[in-house]
C-alpha cells in the first residue's frame, strides 16, 4: 500500500501541504516570491528525461570497463543484459536522490515495461528482417518468380531455377481453402447470431474445441481419410482440404466475434419496419460487420497460407510446376522452404530464405490490406468516411429543406431501412451504402 | 372517454383491436434462410464430429493394443507393438512450460505498455505490429530459431548450465565446462531452444488477451486510486492488475494451449530423441506434434493409428487446456454485453 503515497518533487512537501489547506492559504500564498509560477501537469519532466541519459550512458560506459579491463567476458548477449541490469541499477540509484520509495517503484515499472515492449518489437522486426535479408541474394533475381526447380541441381548457381511452382501451389491450395471456409464459414456465424437456441450453442461449443486442433492432427486426419483410405493421391486438394479444416474453426470464431458487436438496436429498428429475417441479415447485419468480416476472413487466410504441417503430410513434394491440384504433388511456399533449408548446399539455404521471404511479403500484404479495409467495430468510421457521410447527410438535409421531396438516400426499401430510424445524425449510425 | 379504453373492465369495447398477425409475407424466405442457416450448422458440425470419431477410432485400434502402458512407454516402434507417449509428451509439456516462461513476462509488459503506458496515437501501431507477429509462418519463426538463435544462445545456455547445473533440469551431461576445447554443440537443438522460438509465435495471442482485460479495467477506479495519491505503478497494481487477472491467466493458458500444438518450428530446431529429457539445456528434444510430422510417412496402417493415438492424446490436452483458459476469460469479460 506504500505506492499509494503521492510524491512531489523533493523539497516541496512543505508548502505543497500548506497549499492544500485552505485556512492558510493566505499565508501559503508567500507574497514575496511574486505570483505564482504555473504548475506543470506533464507526466515527463527534464531531470527524468536526464535520468534516463544518465543512467544509460553510466551502465554502457561501465560495461565496456568491466568486459574490457576486469572480466574476460565476450559475447555481444552478454554485454546487452548487463549493460541493461547496471541500467536499472543507475537509474534507481539516480531516481532515488531526489524521490521516495514508491515513485522509485513506479519509475522502475514504468522502464521496466516500456523496455520489454521494446525488446519485443525490435525482435518481431528482427525476425521478419532476418528471412528476408537471408532471402534477398535469391530475391533479386527474377528467375526466381519465373522458374521452377525442375532443371536446378543443388549446385547450380542462384541464377537458375525459382519457385514459381511452389507460388503457383499456394495460390491454388489457399483458393481452395477458401473457397469452403469463407462460405461456410460466414454461413456458421450467421447461424450462431441469428438463430440462436440450444443448437447453436452446442455447434460453438465444439468449433471453439476445435480450435485446439492442432494443425498437424487436421492434416494427419485428411492423411488418413483421403489418401490412406480413399486412395487419393498426394495433391494439391487434399492440402487445401486439410487447410480448410484448420482455418474453418479459426474463420468462424473470428466471425461469430464480428457479428455479435452489431448493436441490436439495429437489427430490432429493421424488424420494426417489417423486414424480414433474411431481408435483415442480408442488408441490415452483414453490411455493417462487413470490415470486421473481410479482416477476420483476411486473417485467417494469412494464418491459412503460412501452415507448414498440413500441408507437409498432404501436398507430397514436387520440384515442377504443376497446376493441375487435383492430381499429383503440388509444393507451397512454406513446404518448400521447409524442404529447401534442409539441404546443406549455401545455394539452396539461400533459395529457401527467399521463399520464406517471399511469403512473409505475402502475409505482410494481406495484413496490410486487412488493417486498410478493417480492423474498426460495426458502426466505427475512419474519419473520411466520416467526413463523406456527413457531407452526404448535410446535401440530404439541404433538399429536404428545398422541399425536394424524398431525399435520394431514403427510398422506400429495407435496404435503407435504418437510415431513417437512425435519428437526426445518419452518418454515425449509417452502416451500408458508402 | 379514451381512458375507458385501456381499463380491464371493458376490454370488449375495443372491437377493431384483434390481435394483429405478426406474420409477414417473406415467411417461407425466412424459413429457407433459417435452414440454411441451420443446415451450414450441421455441416460444420458434422465435420468435426467426423474428426473427433474418427481420431477416436482409429486411435482405439492402437489404444486396445497397447493399453495403459501407452502413458508410460518411451519409444516408439509401433509394428512391433511396444511404443507410448511417455518421452514425447514430456516433451511436448516442457517445451510448452520453457514457452510459457518467457512468453508470460513478455506479454504482460507488451500489454501493459500498450494499455497503460504507450501515447494515445501510437497504441493503434503496437496493436497492429502484435497482431502481425502473430500472423508471422511458424516456418519464418523456425527459420530464424534454427539459423540464428541456434548459434548464439548457446552461450547462454552454456553459462546456465556451468553455474545452475546442480539443479536437474539444467543439468548437461557429455562436456566438461573446465574443458577450453569442448565444443558447444551439446546444447544445440534442445527444448530451451524451441521453448524460446515457440514462445515468440505464442506471446501475441497471450498479449492480445491481457490488453484486452486491461483496458476494460474500469477508469471510475482508476481515477480513485489516482486521486487516493497512487503513483502509476500503484495503480496498476492495485486496480489494473487485479481487475484483468482473468485475462493473465486465461491468455496464459490459451498461449500454452497454441505452444503445445506447435508443429514445424520445433521439428526445425529440435533433434529427435526418444527417451525421457528432463535436462532443458541439452541436446535433443522431442514432441508429439514432431513426433507425427517424422513419422508419418514411414508408418504402416497400424502405425497410422498409432500416431493418430498421439495426435488424440495431444488434442485433448491442448483441449483440455483451451476450455480452462476460455472459461476464465469469458468470467472476466462480466458486463461485456454489446446490446445497445
Redesign the interface.
Known amino acids: 500500500m506504500s505506492d499509494l503515497i503521492k510524491t512531489e518533487p523533493a523539497g516541496t512537501d512543505e508548502e505543497t501541504a500548506v497549499t492544500f489547506v485552505p485556512t492558510a492559504t493566505e499565508q501559503g500564498a508567500q507574497p514575496g516570491q511574486g505570483p505564482e509560477a504555473r504548475r506543470s501537469v506533464s507526466s515527463w519532466h527534464a531531470t527524468d528525461l536526464l535520468a534516463v541519459a544518465g543512467a544509460a550512458v553510466a551502465a554502457v560506459a561501465l560495461t565496456f570497463l568491466l568486459f574490457g579491463w576486469v572480466a574476460p567476458f565476450d559475447t555481444p548477449l552478454g554485454f546487452v543484459v548487463v549493460a541493461y541490469l547496471l541500467f536499472l541499477g543507475t537509474y534507481t540509484v539516480l531516481v532515488s536522490f531526489d524521490e521516495n520509495g514508491a515513485a522509485v517503484r513506479d519509475r522502475l515499472a514504468a522502464v521496466l515495461w516500456q523496455s520489454i515492449a521494446v525488446l519485443l518489437l525490435v525482435v518481431l522486426v528482427f525476425v521478419i528482417g532476418y528471412a528476408l535479408w537471408r532471402g534477398h541474394r535469391a530475391l533479386v533475381h527474377p528467375n526466381f518468380y519465373t522458374h521452377d526447380m525442375s532443371v536446378t541441381g543443388p549446385l547450380d548457381p542462384l541464377t537458375k531455377g525459382g519457385v514459381l511452382h511452389a507460388i503457383i501451389g499456394t495460390l491454388e491450395q489457399i483458393t481452395i481453402a477458401l473457397a469452403v471456409t469463407v462460405p461456410l464459414g460466414l454461413a456458421c456465424a450467421v447461424f450462431l447470431n441469428e438463430v440462436p437456441g440450444r443448437y447453436a450453442r452446442l455447434v460453438r461449443t465444439i468449433v471453439e474445441a476445435m480450435t485446439a486442433l492442432p494443425s498437424i492432427v487436421a492434416g494427419l486426419f485428411i492423411y488418413a481419410t483421403l489418401i490412406l483410405s480413399l486412395g487419393m493421391d498426394k495433391s494439391g486438394l487434399a492440402a487445401g482440404m486439410a487447410l480448410s479444416l484448420m482455418m474453418l474453426p479459426i474463420i468462424i470464431r473470428a466471425s461469430d466475434v464480428v457479428i455479435r458487436l452489431v448493436p441490436g438496436s439495429l437489427r430490432e429498428a429493421s424488424y420494426a419496419l417489417g423486414a424480414s429475417q433474411w431481408r435483415t441479415v442480408l442488408t441490415v447485419v452483414l453490411p455493417t460487420a462487413r470490415s470486421g468480416l473481410t479482416t477476420a476472413v483476411i486473417l485467417g487466410t494469412a494464418r491459412g497460407i503460412g501452415e507448414t504441417s498440413p500441408v507437409l503430410l498432404t501436398a507430397g513434394f514436387t520440384a515442377n510446376l504443376n497446376g493441375n491440384p487435383l492430381k499429383g504433388p503440388q509444393v507451397s511456399l512454406p513446404l518448400e522452404t521447409f524442404e529447401l533449408v534442409s539441404s546443406p548446399q549455401p545455394n539452396m539455404i539461400a533459395r529457401g530464405f527467399g521463399s520464406a521471404g517471399l511469403l512473409m511479403g505475402l502475409v505482410l500484404f494481406l495484413f496490410i490490406v486487412a488493417r486498410i479495409i478493417g480492423g474498426r467495430a460495426p458502426g466505427e468510421l475512419s474519419r473520411s468516411q466520416q467526413r463523406r457521410r456527413l457531407a452526404a447527410s448535410r446535401r440530404r438535409d439541404a433538399e429536404r429543406l428545398r422541399g425536394g421531396g424524398v431525399p435520394p438516400g431514403a427510398r422506400g426499401t429495407a435496404r435503407s431501412a435504418h437510415h431513417r430510424t437512425g435519428g437526426p445524425d445518419p452518418a454515425v449510425t449509417t452502416p451500408s451504402g458508402r | 372517454m379514451s381512458a375507458t379504453a385501456y381499463e380491464p373492465a371493458h376490454p370488449a369495447e375495443d372491437v377493431d383491436d384483434v390481435p394483429r398477425v405478426l406474420r409477414?409475407?417473406?415467411?417461407w424466405?425466412?424459413k429457407?434462410?433459417?435452414g440454411?442457416?441451420?443446415g451450414?450448422?450441421a455441416?460444420?458440425?458434422g465435420?468435426?464430429?467426423l474428426?473427433g470419431v474418427?481420431?477416436g477410432y482409429?486411435a482405439t485400434k492402437a489404444l486396445h493394443v497397447a493399453k495403459w502402458k501407452f502413458l508410460t512407454t518411451a519409444a516408439w516402434e509401433p509394428d512391433s507393438h511396444h511404443f507410448g507417449i511417455a518421452a514425447v509428451l514430456t516433451g511436448t509439456v516442457l517445451i510448452g512450460l520453457v514457452a510459457i516462461l518467457i512468453a508470460v513476462?513478455?506479454a504482460?509488459?507488451?500489454a501493459?505498455?500498450?494499455s497503460?503506458?504507450?501515447p494515445r496515437r501510437i497504441r493503434r501501431t503496437?496493436v497492429?505490429?502484435?497482431?502481425?507477429?502473430a500472423?508471422?509462418?511458424?516456418?519464418?519463426?523456425?527459420?530464424?530459431g534454427?539459423?540464428?538463435l541456434q548459434g548464439?544462445?548457446t552461450?547462454?545456455a552454456r553459462?546456465i548450465s556451468e553455474y545452475f547445473g546442480w539443479i536437474p533440469l539444467f543439468k548437461v551431461s557429455g562436456t566438461d565446462p573446465r574443458d577450453p576445447l569442448s565444443t558447444n554443440t551439446v546444447y544445440t537443438s534442445s527444448t530451451f531452444i524451441a521453448g524460446m522460438v515457440v514462445a515468440?509465435m505464442v506471446?501475441p495471442i497471450a498479449?492480445s488477451v491481457m490488453r484486452e482485460a486491461f483496458t476494460q479495467a474500469p477508469g471510475g477506479e482508476r481515477e480513485g486510486?489516482y486521486a487516493?495519491?497512487?503513483?502509476?505503478?500503484?495503480m496498476?497494481?492495485?486496480v489494473v492488475l487485479p481487475f484483468g487477472l482473468g485475462g493473465i491467466i486465461g491468455g496464459t493458458m490459451l498461449g500454452l494451449?497454441r505452444a503445445?500444438?506447435?508443429?514445424?518450428a520445433v521439428?526445425?530446431i529440435i533433434s529427435p530423441v526418444f527417451a525421457i529429457q528432463p535436462h532443458l539445456l541439452q541436446n535433443g528434444a522431442n514432441s508429439v506434434?514432431a513426433l507425427?510430422?517424422l513419422r508419418?510417412g514411414s508408418a504402416s496402417?497400424f502405425g497410422?493409428s498409432a500416431?493418430?493415438a498421439a495426435?488424440?492424446a495431444?488434442?485433448v490436452l491442448?483441449?483440455i487446456?483451451?476450455?480452462v483458459a476460455?472459461s476464465i476469460v469469458a468470467r472476466s469479460r462480466s458486463g461485456a454485453g454489446?446490446?445497445?
Not at chain 2, 409477414?24 to 415467411?27: H, L, R
Not at chain 2, 497492429?128 to 507477429?133: E, F, I, K, R
Open positions: 409477414g409475407a417473406g415467411e424466405q425466412d429457407v434462410f433459417r440454411i442457416a441451420r451450414s450448422g455441416v460444420v458440425l465435420i468435426m464430429l474428426v474418427f481420431l482409429r513476462p513478455l504482460m509488459g507488451t501493459l505498455y500498450i497503460e503506458y504507450a503496437l497492429s505490429l502484435v497482431d502481425l507477429m500472423a508471422v509462418p511458424s516456418v519464418v519463426y523456425g527459420l530464424w534454427a539459423f540464428f548464439h544462445v552461450g547462454v553459462f515468440l506471446t498479449c486510486a487516493l495519491g497512487a503513483t502509476k505503478w500503484g496498476i497494481r492495485t494451449g503445445l500444438g506447435e508443429t514445424i521439428y526445425m506434434s507425427i510430422a508419418y496402417n497410422t500416431l493418430m495426435g488424440l495431444l488434442f491442448t483441449l487446456v483451451n476450455f476460455s454489446t446490446e445497445a
